[in-house]
């Protein structure tokens, strides 16, 4: 049984151990044989086990037949001594047995695994032996790799055919595959899935940008490929411009003046379009983003947009019309003017320029027909209109405000202006004046002031009239057709007022008068002639004088004019008798007549004054340099001179004494070297008091003669007799007195100092002390004899002046002492009394 066994078993041994011409298996009709058939899944280079009962046979075999053949081939058996792997199992995988079984394991599956496994297993071998036969069909599956995407054109123009490719390198099927799309805001979306590896895609639009990926999938696995970028060529489309600040208006968009203004082009396009920008179809930009900051109104115009794709050489266009608000330079100007002949205000307020036009509204005190005010004085509705027509008679004020406010889009206030109506402060004003070429007589008639002006027109005689004009009016009026003493009219008219104002001119010939007929004044002086109007004269015409030669009198040095519209007053200088006696003319005329008035000026000399004669011309010291001089009036209490001429000459010059003093003057010398007759020379004495005076700065060598004449104004006297100055009386006993009187002071003094030397210096000098002061009494007495005063007598005469050597005049020894020391120099003879005379001497120096 055991070797039936055996013999079975050897069956099942590999067929390199056992050879087998067929497949059959013959067995004891007794024995029973087990099949079982079953499919295993392993995926390769992973595990999988191969199941081959539940226990553990007596004996197992396991073989292994490649699909496309029928030989098996042994993997791994057992005969009860343990298993035994073959080297077949090698190229399978990593084998091996399941411990207690007869299964495999077989790990990091390979390809070659694929196929039919055999396990042959027999149980029961001594009692009643049982066969059993596994068919394991394994499958090895092969995991899908990571796939990869190809795309025909990853750049493909908007309009084309593209195809996209999921390649695998590894993978067993049935694949599936699932194709996604991500686009460039991150949102995924599946277009496709199935078990095509390929899309075609037609008609490419730019919608088809964006990310791509394939995603494959079989029983094993599911991988996905890397993103792939398709890039969608096309445009550029019609551009798009954004307009910062957002303003759009009918004509397009605007912007207020002075602002920035930012003009934003954006074209879908790939690659991106390249921008440029122009301004009237004048390139003025390059770039996307315009920004003109602080705009003005002269950028108002059309902007143009074009994009351009360089790759497909493409572009597109877009224009925009941009206006810029501006406003109105300034403020609005308001003012008031008179409607309807002067019974009606019109309010005018003017804002020029500007875009769009401001907008502009009346308040204030408002009146319209039919139309009730406010108790506040403004309007009830916002008056739009720049012109009101207001009727006077509403106007409850004479002094009343009106405003005009103006608004516009580009300004952020509003602005206004004001004006008011008001009847003129003063009353109305006419005068006449005449032409220079008195030609015309124009009169003028005015009322300044006021808003709006008032109407002016004149009425005058015989038809003499003018129609109304605003303010002020003029009539002219030929010269001299002006009518005399009738008044003219001239009105005023307010529309403020209901009655109208007047004023009148009146022309009447001038009459002129004057102060005095007959002037008289002494010549020299200065004279003024007076001139007037009786009254005030229309019109006015201009006072001329003329002089006593018929001559008309501008401003010179002879005559001065100072006048008005009323008088004129002419001022005659420097009077001379024979020059400018006589008739003068003051002569004035007017558009209705002419009139003159005579004057008549009589210049008078003055009164020759009295006789002089000089009493006294005497030098003053011996010196002779200066004179004392006194004189007499005749007739004095009678007056009529207003000072006097004192002159003097140089006659001769006396023989030995020319240069002699020092005080001779430039003026004297001068004399002495002169040639020619001698000159006076004066010296004016404006005091009419006046009875003496000193002439100095004499040359004491020289011989003069003085007189003296009286002067009154412009009237000179007649001349003094010329007279020699006499020598001063002199005495020279006193001079000799006092010289001598000195000189004995002095020597006193001198003797009382040697007593006094003598005394201190006793020890030094004991002989001349006992001599001066002995024992006795008697013989220390000191002879001191004074003689007498020498008086050296001139002559009589002026007294020489002190240090002038050369001094003529008598001369007087002043006193002069001995020294008592020189006097001391002497020893005197031992015990001899010693006598000391002092002498005084009084000498002239």
């Known amino acids: 049984m055991v070797a039936q066994l055996l013999g079975l078993a050897f069956l099942f041994l590999p067929t390199s151990l056992v050879t087998f011409t067929t497949y059959a298996v013959k067995i004891n009709p007794n024995w029973e044989v ?39 081939r042994s993997v791994v058996f057992d005969t009860g001594k343990g298993p035994r792997i073959q080297k077949l199992a090698q190229t399978l995988g990593r084998l091996t047995v399941i411990s207690n079984s007869a299964s495999v394991s077989i790990e990091k599956l390979s390809l070659a695994a694929h196929g039919l496994f055999t396990c042959q297993a027999i149980y029961d071998l001594e009692r009643d032996p049982k066969v059993f036969y596994y068919y394991v069909h394994l499958i090895v599956q092969v995991p899908i790799s990571k796939p990869y995407l190809l795309m025909s054109d990853v750049s493909p123009v908007e309009g084309s055919t593209m195809w996209m490719h999921c390649n695998l390198e590894n993978g067993t099927g049935p694949i599936q595959y699932v194709w996604q799309h991500e686009t460039s805001s991150s949102n995924f979306s599946t277009f496709a899935r199935g078990n095509n590896k390929v899309i075609n895609v037609t008609n490419v639009n730019r919608n088809h940008t964006g990310w791509y990926r394939c995603v494959a999938s079989n029983p094993i696995n599911s991988e996905s490929s890397n993103r792939v970028k398709l890039d969608t060529i096309f445009g550029p489309d019609i551009p798009k411009i954004d307009v910062t600040p957002y303003s759009i208006t009918e004509r397009g968009y605007s912007a207020l003046e002075r602002e920035t203004v930012s003009l934003l082009c954006q074209a879908q396009s790939y690659p991106d379009s390249q921008y440029v920008w122009f301004y009237n179809n004048s390139q003025i930009y390059t770039g996307p983003h315009l920004t003109i900051s602080k705009i003005l109104r002269m950028h108002t115009g059309d902007y143009a947009c074009l994009a351009q794709n360089t790759y497909l050489n493409t572009r597109s266009r877009k224009t925009i019309s941009l206006t810029v608000y501006y406003p109105p330079d300034g403020s609005p ?56 027509l207001l009727p006077s008679e509403g106007l409850t004020s004479n002094n009343s405000l009106f405003t005009c406010s103006g608004s516009h889009l580009a300004l952020k206030q509003s602005t206004e202006c004001s004006t008011r109506t008001y009847i003129p402060p003063a009353e109305p004003v006419c005068f006449a004046y005449v032409t220079n070429t008195k030609q015309y007589l124009m009169l003028s008639c005015s009322w300044d002031g006021g808003a709006p002006k008032a109407l002016v027109w004149w009425e005058g ?8 004009e605003e303010n002020s009016n003029i009539l002219i009026l030929r010269y001299g057709t002006a009518h005399s003493g009738k008044p003219y009219t001239c009105h005023v008219k307010h529309p403020l007022l209901v009655q109208t104002k007047t004023c009148r001119v009146t022309l009447d010939a001038p009459v002129l008068q004057t102060r005095h007929r007959f002037v008289s004044v002494y010549e020299g002086s200065d004279v003024k002639l007076t001139c007037n109007l009786r009254a005030n004269y229309l019109p006015v015409s201009e006072i001329t004088w003329f002089n006593n030669q018929g001559v008309g009198v501008q401003d010179t040095s002879k005559y001065a004019l100072l006048r008005t519209s009323a008088w004129a007053n002419l001022t005659v200088r420097d009077t001379d008798e024979t020059q400018d006696s006589g008739e003068y003319r003051c002569t004035t005329s007017n558009a209705v007549g002419g009139t003159e008035i005579n004057v008549t000026l009589v210049v008078k000399r003055h009164p020759v004054p009295p006789n002089a004669t000089l009493v006294k011309v005497v030098y003053n010291s011996r010196l002779r340099n200066e004179v004392e001089l006194e004189w007499q009036v005749e007739n004095e209490e009678g007056g009529g001179w207003t000072g006097f001429i004192l002159q003097h000459r140089w006659v001769s010059e006396r023989p030995g004494r020319r240069g002699s003093s020092h005080n001779d003057s430039k003026e004297d010398t001068d004399k002495e070297e002169r040639i020619g007759p001698p000159v006076w020379y004066r010296n004016i004495i404006q005091d009419p008091e006046a009875r003496s005076h000193t002439v100095g700065r004499l040359t004491p060598t020289a011989t003069y003669q003085f007189r003296i004449t009286p002067v009154n104004h412009r009237t000179v006297g007649h001349p003094s007799a010329a007279k020699t100055p006499a020598e001063p009386r002199y005495n020279v006993y006193p001079a000799v007195i006092g010289a001598a009187i000195g000189g004995m002071l002095i020597a006193a003094f001198l003797t009382a100092l040697l007593l006094v030397f003598i005394v201190r210096n006793r020890n030094n000098n004991p002989r001349l002390h006992d001599m001066l002061f002995g024992l006795q009494h008697s013989q220390s007495r000191e002879n001191i004899n004074f003689p007498e005063d020498e008086v050296v007598g001139g002559s009589e005469g002026g007294i020489e002046e002190i240090g002038g050597s050369s001094s003529p005049g008598p001369t007087m020894a002043l006193p002069r002492a001995s020294s008592p020391l020189a006097a001391s120099q002497a020893s005197p003879p031992e015990e001899e009394p010693v006598s000391v005379t002092i002498t005084v001497k009084a000498t002239g120096s």
């Not at 499919?39 to 280079?45: E, P």
């Not at 308040?363 to 009730?372: I, M």
């Not at 005689?461 to 109304?468: A, E, H, I, T």
């Open 34 to 72: 087990v099949y079982g058939n079953n499919s295993v899944y392993g995926v390769l280079a992973k595990a999988v086990i191969l199941e081959c009962g539940i226990t553990l046979p007596d004996i197992y075999l396991w073989s292994f037949t490649k699909p496309g053949t029928e030989g098996l």
């Open 333 to 388: 100007s308001c003012s008031v003017e008179p409607a309807l002949n002067h019974t009606s205000l019109r309010l005018l307020c003017s804002w020029p320029g500007g875009f769009p036009s401001p907008s502009l509204h009346w308040t204030g005190h408002l009146k319209r027909a039919g139309q009730a005010e406010a108790d506040t004085g403004q309007q009830t509705d916002p008056l739009t209109n720049t012109a009101i």
């Open 461 to 468: 005689p015989g038809g003499q009239s003018k129609g109304g």
